[in-house]
């Protein structure tokens, strides 16, 4: 199989498609959109593309692009521990870094360090972590720094000049794999941490208490909800569609029941996957 993921090499996507799919050939990609549209094309079978950090909440890129462009199945999910560096040219490491470059929700992740040891430091924002580790590499007359991970400082053979800076130890990002073509993942590894259906609920826009509704018919039929959040349908401004993840799988009665009761409502339900998630076991603190 071919498997899309946000490229270039050295990224977290990188490192949660090799932790699922460790027999099968991965193709990078320059941005979201494209994993997608690689699936959509039939260029590869599936792509794992990030959907929510800890500390940053939701992709909106990843979400709003699965909603309004391509409807593709989720059949599962990863969560990979998240710990960023600051990675300098081997050239540069007594060199003082006038630039940080990175992915925006990596910097955003690294604030406190930014600001009480880079404070004079200008910030340019790229695609990913790991087009930020390969432009510090190929640019070694630059006083410049990436945030990233141990896996862009091996493939582009960059230093840490500081590790571990993230503000919150226990960082995380959830990852899902799309495909038209494959069915539910079924891995003997990594570790199963729990299965997940994730529907999209829109509301009727005369019915008073909707939401009130939509949420009772998750609660008297005892299913949990891990995430509920709202984003726009883009027909105009006050209208929002619900994204909410039940936990289990769909079953025969339960979560049918729910569906069919929110649809009598006069809500829109489309169920986006019913899926096992997975979890990455954390690397050592240090780079090795």
């Known amino acids: 199989m071919k498997i899309s993921y946000l490229g270039p090499k050295g990224t977290f996507t990188e490192m949660a498609a090799r932790g699922l799919f460790k027999e ?7 941005t979201i959109p494209f994993c997608m549209d690689a699936v959509a094309a039939g260029e590869v079978d599936a792509t794992i593309v990030p959907i929510e950090n800890a500390i940053e909440g939701s ?4 979400l709003d692009y699965l909603i309004h462009k391509q409807r593709l ?30 992915h925006p929700h990596a910097i955003a992740q690294c604030h406190d360090f930014l600001q009480a040891k880079l404070s004079g430091a200008e910030w340019e924002y790229m695609n990913s972590t790991g087009a930020a580790a390969e432009f510090v590499a190929s640019h070694p007359e630059q ?16 230093v840490p000049l500081h590790e571990n800076i993230h503000d919150y130890s226990h960082n995380r990002t959830s990852f899902v794999v799309l495909s038209r073509t494959l069915d539910m993942l079924h891995l003997q590894e990594p570790e199963h941490i729990a299965d997940k259906t994730s529907l999209m609920v829109t509301l009727p826009s005369d019915f008073s208490g909707a939401l009130h509704q939509v949420l009772s ?8 909800l891990t995430k509920i959040e709202s984003r726009p349908t883009k027909t105009g401004l006050g209208n929002y569609f619900f ?21 009598a409502l006069g809500c829109g339900v489309d169920i986006l996957g019913s899926y096992p998630c997975y979890q990455l076991v954390p690397q050592a603190e240090k780079i090795r």
């Open 73 to 102: 199945p989720i059949i599962g999910g990863v969560t990979v521990p998240i710990a960023q560096h600051l990675l300098v040219h081997p050239e540069n490491r007594q060199q003082p870094i006038e630039k940080i470059v990175s």
């Open 59 to 62: 992709v909106n890129m990843t």
């Open 243 to 263: 994204l909410i993840d039940v936990d289990g799988l769909a079953d025969d009665v339960l979560i049918p029941g729910a569906v069919s009761e929110l649809e």
């Open 217 to 224: 018919a998750f609660a008297w039929r005892k299913l949990n």
């Open 143 to 158: 006083k410049i720094a990436a945030i990233a991970n141990e896996l862009a400082a091996e493939e582009y053979q960059l």
């Open 24 to 30: 099968q050939e991965l193709v990078p990609y320059q």
